[in-house]
């Protein structure tokens, strides 16, 4: 089981620009949930899907965007790029809600630069 | 809403001395917590869950955690430090125990002197 994985590992992008984060969920979890974690703090919640849908949303500007693929895989889009994007962000996968003795398992990030 | 607050940032002991870190939460409804550790150009690797269950939570690598109510404290503690636990440690709440909606902590860097 390969776990959660995210692609790419480091990204660069200047002001303005657009850019898309993957993330692969452990397998059987159906459940994807992303975190912005800028240099120095603790991960803030961005949104969480399930069957294709976003379900819930942190405080993010609408610039900020994603997608559930039937295969349970996620995107994050974020336009407009600005310096203060520049982060680590977190992709996390849960099984179904309806299981009660779960663990949420982290991918190794995306380190998004924004010149 | 539910928060936390980890005090203190940095935490600094010697091998084989205990590791005590601190969080406080805020919550209108019985809580969910968490311990997460972060190392070095990694994700976050679960510690320890509370879920109601039992105050004394036990966790990976000899970490442990007391939730306390009247204290709306939920520490974290290991007897005995060791080089490998140099980390980034951070606690989180959760509306339930498999909603991970979380809400972090600005987490606390742990180094271990020799």
């Known amino acids: 089981d390969a776990g959660v994985t995210q692609s790419p590992t480091h990204l660069i992008k200047t002001r303005g620009q657009q850019v898309t984060l993957r993330c692969s969920p452990k397998?059987?979890?159906?459940?994807v949930s992303w975190y912005q974690q800028a240099l120095g703090q603790g991960p803030q919640f961005i949104f969480q899907?399930?069957?294709?849908?976003?379900?819930q949303r942190g405080n993010f500007p609408d610039r900020f965007s994603g997608h559930q693929f039937p295969n349970y895989s996620s995107e994050l889009n974020v336009n407009a790029l600005l310096l203060g994007d520049s982060a680590l962000y977190l992709c996390?996968?849960?099984?179904?809600?309806?299981?009660?003795?779960?663990?949420?398992?982290f991918g190794q990030g995306t380190r998004l630069t924004v010149v | 809403a539910q928060s936390v607050t980890q005090l203190g940032s940095h935490v600094s002991v010697s091998e084989g001395a205990l590791v005590l870190l601190r969080c406080n939460y805020s919550?209108?409804?019985?809580?969910?917590l968490f311990w997460y550790v972060q190392y070095p150009n990694q994700g976050l690797q679960l510690l320890l869950k509370?879920?109601?269950?039992?105050?004394l939570v036990k966790g990976i690598n000899g970490f442990e955690a007391e939730f306390k109510k009247s204290e709306t404290s939920f520490h974290l503690t290991k007897p005995s430090a060791h080089m490998s636990d140099a980390a980034e440690y951070f606690c989180?709440?959760?509306?339930?125990?498999?909603?991970?909606?979380?809400?972090f902590g600005a987490g606390t860097t742990v180094t271990v002197r020799a």
């Open positions: 996390a996968s849960s099984p179904l809600k309806s299981e009660s003795n779960t663990e949420a398992f």
């Open positions: 397998s059987g979890h159906d459940t």
């Open positions: 899907y399930y069957e294709e849908e976003e379900r």
């Open positions: 919550s209108s409804v019985p809580p969910y």
């Open positions: 509370y879920t109601s269950a039992a105050t």
């Open positions: 989180a709440v959760s509306p339930s125990s498999n909603d991970y909606k979380l809400s």
